[in-house]
């Protein structure tokens, strides 16, 4: 298999469950599911937005991406003390609730950047050379 190939099926195979995992949290029911809910998502979801804006970013550093993807995030978190009615009707949503928010929450900038962290990892690995000849 070519080196662009494992590639690919790296990013896919990185890129699915983190997106599984993400939805997941917001359908989970036991110990700590306000946590998981409203906390851990937010790790999956910076994640998920780092390997998916890689996917269109090619050429642009790891390390960029996954700062790009903080900023947006946290511009997002503050964006939620803002509520016009046109912002209140998409997060009225599911997929509005689950992109946008509904509340501001300070401590939520901790799980962003656990997420900016750990999807950096996740996409260096994903974006280092193949071993040749496997």
Known sequence: MR???RRVWRH???LVP???LGLATKFYEGPGQTWVHNSLGGVFYVMF????A????AGIRTWKIALWVLLTTVALEFLQLWHPPILQSVRGTFLGAALLGNT???RDMLHYLAGALAGLGLLTWVRRPSDSGH
């Open 3 to 5: 080196s662009g190939n």
């Open 12 to 14: 896919a195979g990185t």
């Open 18 to 20: 983190v997106t599984v």
């Open 49 to 52: 937005w780092i390997l998916l």
């Open 54 to 57: 890689s996917l269109f970013l």
């Open 104 to 106: 501001f929450v300070w």
